[in-house]
Structures are given as C-alpha cells and as structure tokens.
C-alpha cells in the first residue's frame, strides 16, 4: 500500500472515486510478467465501479455523481481500417486499463469518458464489477464460439468469467458441459445448472457445437477440440496462454472444426454484455475483499481459492 498523487483529469476525461474493483486473472499476468512490462509501477485493476467525482475539460457524456464502470479497453485511435470496420480491439494503438495506465486498486481512477459504461441499477456495485471483463469477455467468447442458441457449450476452466458466460448461455437455451480443476469450481458449475461436470482432464460424454478455454494453459487446447462435433469451434479466450502442444490434423482439426482466439472486446460488446446481464438479470458469485487484503487476494485467485469472481472493496 503507498499514497500516490490525485490524478486529475484530462480533457474529455472523467475521474471516477472507486467503490470496488473486480479480480482478473490478467492482473496476474500483468504483475508476474507474463504480458511484457508497458508502464512500472503500475496500479493493476480493469473492473471498476464507482462514481464520477471530477470532469475534464469537454466532457459531456457523464455528470458529477453518475455510477458508471472502467473496463479492460481503455484507447483505440479511431482512425485504422479495424477501428473503422468495427473491429477496434484490434486497433494496433490500444491501451489497457491496469496494464498501460492505472486501474482501479485505488481511491481514484481516470478514463476517458467515451470509453467508461453506465451501470445498470439492477445490479449493486460489486454485481456490476465482474461484468467489466470476465462478463464481457466471455461474451465476446461465446460468440465467437458460433454455438447457437439451444446448442452444446463446452466450457474448459470454470473462473469468474465461465461462470457469468455460462449464465449467458443458459440464458439462450444452451446446455453446458464444464471440464475444469477444483472441487469448488465443479461445485459452482453444478449449481448454477452445468448439464455435465468433469475434471480438467475429463470430456464431455458428447460432441460439442462449440466451446470456451477460459483456463490459461495450451495443453488442453487439443482435447478441447477432440471434444467438438464435426465443424464445432474452439475459442480461446485468455490474453495469455502455456504453449500449445503438437497436435495431428486428423484427430483435432479436420472435419471442419475451427480454432479462433479472442481478443480484448470492443465497446459494442461491453454495452450489449450489460443490457443482457442487466435483463437475464445475472447475478455473479462474489468473494469480497478490502484493498488492504488485495495482495492475499490474487494469491488466493492464482491457486484457484476464489470462488465465482473475487471484488476489491475500496469505499463502502
């Protein structure tokens, strides 16, 4: 814990007082560097609640006192062939919440305010924190899955964002089968309607239209894809990844079956992934923790301790 400077806001930024911030496994990756070091020291946090307290120079988007979130995306330039042809997560010129500015394990953030959300009032504070990446993200997974509604859903790893996406899916009539490590998670997966639970090494016991590898390791890639139907897909939806084993064309990729990754998320995305939750409603598990305890925090979350998402408290 250290005491930094305010920040103050530039123009068209907003500067939001945090109430909570959601528990990512990419701030793992961030603070043991396995995303390369872009700023250091760094404040990590990208899944922000809180309330507008200061205004930059021109905003006009938000006013003193709006509820509003700071997620992963925070800059795209606006100007490339991605940004334009609706695929800024793309952009080659983004900048990341936690990772290329300070986040949001702190009593004060700043983002622009074309790139923070309205919160809906269905959900409290610490509801809303998990959506601004595990949410989105896996909603962004789930479609590039091409599972279709009333479909067969593998989800490989059971985290925070598995279990928001999963209630997505159910949500469309989806059955779901979860493989993941961790008698907690399983347990979670049971509860909130998994059609099927195994293990980490465990496949489901039928041919999948599609699935999600939430967890961060390259060697289940291959039984994930043995798992699909002829012409199913594989998404792959962490930032980072273990080496991906050899693999043999017959037995994982052919019959037509895709293997696509995920990449961050554009803002389309976070405004559809909020007005879903906010109608479903989804109501994500949370373990709560002071910002003093955050360290013991995403340990825990690095040895799988936390179940459902785990949420900073900064101001109650």
């Known amino acids: 814990m250290v005491e930094v400077a305010d920040p103050d806001p530039l123009p068209r930024q907003i500067r939001v007082r945090v109430h909570v ?58 100007a490339c062939a991605f940004c334009l042809g609706g695929e800024e997560n793309l952009c080659p010129g983004s900048k990341y919440t936690g990772w290329y500015e300070d986040g949001g394990y702190a009593e004060l953030a700043v983002v622009h305010e074309d790139f923070a959300y309205a919160i809906p009032d269905v959900f409290s504070d610490d509801e809303a924190a998990p959506l601004l990446c595990a949410g989105i993200i896996g909603y962004r997974a789930l479609a590039r899955s091409r599972v279709p509604d009333g479909g067969r859903l593998g989800l490989f790893g059971f985290g925070s964002s598995a ?85 043999t064309y017959e037995a994982h990729l052919f019959h037509e079956k895709t293997l696509t990754s995920v990449e961050a998320n554009t803002r389309a995305d976070g405004e559809a992934l909020l007005a ?7 109501r994500p ?18 040895h799988d301790g936390i179940e459902g998402t785990g949420v900073v408290v900064i101001a109650r």
């Open 21 to 78: 911030c959601g528990i990512c496994r990419t701030d793992l990756h961030v603070i043991e560097g396995d995303l390369s070091p872009v700023r250091m020291p760094i404040i990590p946090g990208h899944q922000v609640v809180g309330i507008v307290d200061r205004l930059g120079p021109g905003c006009r988007r938000f006013a003193i006192g709006d509820r509003v979130g700071i997620a992963w995306l925070r800059h795209t330039c606006g």
């Open 163 to 247: 279990h928001v996406t999963m209630q997505v899916a159910l949500h469309r009539g989806c059955e779901v089968f979860v493989s993941t490590r961790g008698e907690a998670h399983r347990r979670l997966a049971h509860d909130l309607g998994a059609a099927w639970v195994g293990d980490a090494d465990s496949l489901p016991p039928v041919p999948l239209d599609g699935a999600i590898l939430f967890a961060p390791a390259g060697e289940l890639v291959p039984a994930a894809l043995r798992a699909l139907r002829k012409g199913g897909t594989l998404a792959l939806a962490g930032i980072y990844m273990t080496p991906v084993p050899a693999m």
């Open 276 to 282: 879903i939750a906010a109608a479903i409603p989804i």
């Open 285 to 302: 598990r949370r373990q709560l923790f002071e910002l003093a305890d955050g360290s013991r925090a995403l340990a825990m979350l690095e």
